[in-house]
């Protein structure tokens, strides 16, 4: 069982289009991650969100993490095709250090 | 560019065989993490070693071992391989060992076990 499940797991939308995606778990985290990761190179942190309720925007990325600290969402505005590429969340559970994966969200923008 | 390094990018092994991944972290961390990816699991934690101790353990097989090295360099060794292990071996370091904090991805070293 996927302890972070993300949704959907591919997502193919036009240049333009705006988009949502999510990461949902049962468990509380003390704080959520969302990464970046294109093909052939490792992933690249976007956001750390560690309130309940918290909003974050970074340029057309806009990250939320849920009241209850189980869930979160990624929303990106106006989709370009430099947007394409793997979205993983990640949590980190009470005080331990294992960063907890999701399988991630292939997005492909199409010019 | 992250900053850390991993070698090799590729590597071909048959089943059986053991392989050495070699990972050098960002100037000035401390932390070294490994993470396996495959298409099935996803991105998996491996092991967290902190200026040179053992810090964390994840899902690691006990084929697998690791360790950290004075010049806190880190090598991930394979032995017995399976065609299951082929993946994507990742390295991550940070500055820290301890909280929620940035850990800054190497470009991986793909594994092939035929």
């Known amino acids: 069982t996927q302890l972070l499940e993300q949704s959907p797991q591919f997502l193919s939308i036009q240049e333009g289009e705006n988009l949502t995606v999510y990461c949902n778990s049962s468990?509380?985290?003390?704080?959520l991650q969302w990464y970046r990761q294109e093909p052939g190179e490792g992933p690249v942190l976007l956001v750390t969100v560690v309130t309940g309720g918290e909003v974050k925007k970074l340029k057309r990325l806009t990250f939320q993490f849920g009241d209850a600290r189980k869930d979160s969402s990624l929303h990106i505005t106006a989709a370009q095709p430099g947007d394409t590429g793997l979205y993983l969340c990640a949590g980190f559970q009470g005080g331990s250090e294992k960063l907890v994966f999701g399988k991630g969200t292939k997005l492909t923008v199409n010019p | 560019d992250s900053g850390v390094t991993q070698t090799p990018k590729h590597l071909i092994t048959a089943t059986g065989q053991r392989v050495t991944l070699r990972c050098s972290p960002r100037?000035?961390?401390?932390?070294v993490y490994w993470y396996q990816q495959s298409l099935d699991q996803g991105l998996q934690f491996l092991i967290q070693?902190?200026?040179?101790?053992?810090?964390a353990k994840g899902n690691i097989l006990e084929r697998f071992s690791a360790q950290q090295f004075p010049d806190l360099h880190s090598e991930l060794n394979l032995s017995s391989l399976e065609l299951g292990d082929s993946a994507l071996y990742f390295c991550?370091?940070?500055?820290?060992?301890?909280?929620?904090?940035?850990?800054?991805f190497g470009p991986g070293t793909r594994l092939t076990v035929t």
């Open positions: 991550a370091s940070s500055p820290t060992g301890r909280g929620a904090h940035e850990q800054y």
């Open positions: 100037s000035g961390d401390l932390s």
């Open positions: 070693y902190y200026n040179g101790e053992e810090r």
């Open positions: 468990s509380v985290f003390s704080s």
